[in-house]
């Protein structure tokens, strides 16, 4: 099988492109906030997921638990607005277990996330960018050979959603959501990994 690399990613920018998610220019200019939000806040560093994994530090909890939130509530009524819209994905069961399988073990060995780890690589972790090498990798063979693997993905479940399951009442449920989220970012205690191990 010939695999033309430059083909590939003009392809995969070109697809970007016509699936509405606006122009390249501002997909990475959201990007590049959503690394200086990392950047800034530090949950960029192994500490600070170690400590979430052992529940000894609680800032990647809580910031997860607050832009959730938000995000929950704006985007679900930007759409209804008409102001933007969802890219929802077939449930498939054997690809959820696989892949978050794939992801829980990856995440394990460099202690970073998808997220987290190219701001981890502009700061100097060589050992992370050699995991999102290999993961830009393991994406594009993925990619390729899609057609091949698609008889593991498992049986397709459809494009459920839980606001279309709840129907009318999915407004209700869509801001109580998001405010109990919210709510725990805030209850949730301000410990950090580094002041139990000062404490030793």
């Not at 430059?6 to 606006?22: A, C, D, P, Y």
């Not at 399988?101 to 995440?107: D, E, H, K, P, R």
């Not at 999102?132 to 459920?160: N, Q, R, S, W």
């Amino acid at each position: 099988m010939d695999f033309d690399i430059v083909r590939f990613i003009s392809t995969t920018l070109e697809l970007v492109e016509k699936q509405n998610h606006g122009s390249i220019g501002v997909i990475l200019l959201i990007g590049i906030i959503f690394g200086v939000v990392i950047q800034w806040s530090r949950v960029d560093t192994f500490d600070k997921i170690a400590g979430f994994a052992m529940l000894h530090g609680f800032k990647v909890p809580k910031m997860l638990f607050l832009a959730i939130g938000i995000a929950s509530v704006g985007l679900y009524f930007m759409i209804k607005m008409g102001w933007a819209h969802y890219h929802v994905k077939p449930i498939m069961v054997g690809g959820l277990v696989i892949g978050g399988t794939l992801f829980a073990i990856g995440m394990a060995i460099l202690g970073l996330c998808p997220g987290t780890g190219p701001v981890a690589v502009s700061e100097g972790n060589i050992d992370v960018a050699v995991g999102l090498v290999g993961g830009i990798v393991a994406g594009a063979l993925f990619t390729y050979l899609y057609p091949e693997l698609k008889g593991i993905m498992g049986p397709d479940l459809g494009k459920v959603t839980l606001t279309g399951l709840l129907g009318e009442s999915a407004d209700w449920f869509i801001f109580l959501y998001g405010a109990a989220l919210i709510a725990v970012a805030f209850l949730l205690p301000n410990r950090e990994i580094e002041e139990e191990v000062g404490e030793v």
